[in-house]
């Protein structure tokens, strides 16, 4: 086998096409809808690099026109998850054996495969299945995907470059970096693509066989991830796609003595209740599992009287609406100073006014459908619960229809209680919960923001007041895993801002850096003497 000292490509992030009017990725794009509206696929399980397919169907529909049926997938039993993990298991020796270059090179060509000819297709399937207008399928599906799998190359380089810096005469110190024993199980979201992509390549990329289940209201994007990575040239089994439901899943997958890692986003809830089985099952794993993850966020926006109005209201409404705050990072809190509320005020009721809400395929449309009916059932209780409470007041929106799509108009809440349902509460949707505080209450309310939520994912700062952003830094390091100066909160670049979060938040493990992928490999220090002792006497025994 030849040998060398290989250097990557050195990732820059992947430039976001506009789709502005007149502009070939938008006419390439709108084809791309029209040809996946136009089909009915029937999406199959991947094991060991087979197709499967099963007789028990779901339905895949846009969440803005759920008559329209896109695709039926076929859904798996414990069976398949059994069947996943020893394809996993029976592709890993020759996968963790594979030179790490040729590992790199699949997930640089997956790269560029969606860089270049999937790139339409995989925006236009988030774009339908998980109802994201074109600006955010493009910087999710595309961008975000391109550059996790990039920049994760050059992580995984650099992580095998690190060595030990002496190595005395006589002795050679160095450390390999072996994938997990076993097999990781990817549990992936619906909100990202980006991330359902992520998940399981960050883990192979390392070495690693994946058993992978995502959300079922992603699977209609998974499936082209799936196909981009087969392209790509990834080996049978390496990763296995299957789509079962999480408690049948995790029967098998935390019972079973291979078991070595999970990489996963969703619910605190959910989260807490797989660390729980994880280590109610400890004595059956041949290794302490990896158990990494990023879950719920209860998002704060905090602007001063010294803020400049423009651009706390541009902040907060992108922060708050985009991709009808179904982001992990999305502002569902503001506190607002009292000198500033009248300005930002007007100003962001002048802005929604002119927002459209509709199908991701008229492109002039800002606010799209929420997920499911399971989260417009949700939202419309806080809302209608928040038009009965007193201390609250609706200054904008209120209002749902899911006669067609889940749509849900972005609401607005003004309270008179920090600490009101909706400011503590996860509601992953386009609600914004406003609190207007007294301008000289400033570090009372940083101990307010600080304590009200027992998440900690993301937060932004808008002032022009130095001493004031070095306190809020200051005082609110705990508070969130991702901080923003004069900047919403939504937005991490792979690359620039690493994500995540701790307390509720998840594991911190930051996605989109170097940090992430050490969670997937385990060290071993080689040392070897050339010229070894061999008396057991020190000099010191001397008489």
Not at 78 to 84: F, G, I, P, S, T
Not at 437 to 449: A, H, R, T
């Amino acid at each position: 086998m030849l040998k060398g000292f290989f250097n990557v490509p050195v990732p820059v992030n992947e430039a976001i096409n506009s789709y502005a009017p007149g502009t070939k990725e938008r006419e390439l794009l709108q084809s791309a809808l029209k040809e996946a509206r136009a089909k009915e696929l029937d999406i199959p399980m991947y094991i060991g690099g087979k197709e499967v397919r099963t007789n028990n169907k779901g339905r895949i529909t846009p969440p803005h026109d759920h008559q329209h049926l896109l695709a039926t997938y076929s859904k798996g039993e414990k069976k398949h998850v059994e069947d996943a993990i020893n394809a996993a298991l029976t592709a890993k020796s020759n996968w963790e054996n594979l030179a790490w270059e040729h590992r790199a090179a699949i997930f640089l060509k997956a790269a560029d495969l969606i860089a270049g000819p999937y790139r339409y297709k995989i925006n236009a399937a988030t774009m339908l299945g998980q109802s994201k207008n074109a600006f955010q399928a493009e910087i999710d599906a595309a961008c975000e995907l391109i550059d996790f799998l990039r920049f994760n190359v050059a992580y995984m380089a650099e992580i095998y470059q690190q060595q030990p810096p002496v190595s005395p005469r006589g002795s050679w110190n160095r450390v390999e970096q072996r994938p997990l024993e076993g097999f990781v199980f990817a549990l992936t979201p619906f909100n990202f693509t980006a991330i359902a992509g992520n998940l399981p390549s960050s883990a192979a990329m390392m070495g690693n066989v994946v058993v992978w289940k995502p959300s079922n209201t992603q699977i209609y994007a998974a499936n082209v991830i799936m196909e981009v990575f087969k392209e790509a040239g990834l080996p049978d089994g390496v990763i296995n796609l299957v789509y079962v439901s999480g408690p049948e899943a995790g029967e098998v997958i935390f019972s079973h003595p291979d078991f070595a890692g999970i990489h996963f986003t969703g619910s605190t809830g959910v989260f807490q209740d797989i660390w729980k089985t994880v280590g109610n099952n400890i004595h059956k794993f041949k290794t302490y599992p990896r158990i990494v993850g990023e879950t719920g966020g209860k998002d704060f926006i905090l602007v001063d009287g010294t803020a400049d109005t423009q651009v706390a209201a541009t902040a907060i409404l992108r922060g708050a609406f985009e991709y009808q705050g179904q982001k992990c990072s999305a502002a569902s809190r503001v506190y607002i100073a009292k000198s500033n509320w009248p300005a930002i005020k007007e100003q962001l009721l002048n802005d929604l006014a002119t927002l459209k809400m509709g199908p991701t395929e008229d492109f002039t449309n800002f606010i799209n459908a929420v997920i499911d009916e399971k989260s417009f059932d949700n939202l419309a209780r806080y809302i209608d619960q928040a038009k009965k409470d007193r201390g609250v007041e609706i200054i904008a929106g209120g209002n749902y229809d899911k006669s067609k799509g889940y749509f849900i108009e972005p609401t607005v809440l003004v309270v008179d209680d920090p600490k009101y349902t909706t400011m503590c509460e996860e509601l992953f949707g386009p609600v914004l919960t406003v609190y207007v505080y007294d301008d000289n209450k400033f570090d009372e309310i940083l101990d307010i923001i600080d304590t009200t939520s027992i998440y900690a994912l993301t937060g932004a700062f808008i002032s022009q007041d130095r001493y004031a952003i070095e306190k809020a830094t200051q005082k609110l390091r705990n508070a969130a895993g991702n901080f923003y100066i004069n900047d919403k909160c939504t937005g991490a670049v792979v690359g620039q801002q690493p994500f995540g979060g701790a307390r509720g938040s998840g594991t911190n493990d930051k996605a989109g850096s170097m940090i992430n992928l050490l969670r997937w490999v385990s060290p071993r220090t080689i040392k070897e003497t050339f010229d070894p002792p061999k008396d057991y006497r020190y000099p010191f025994h001397a008489e």
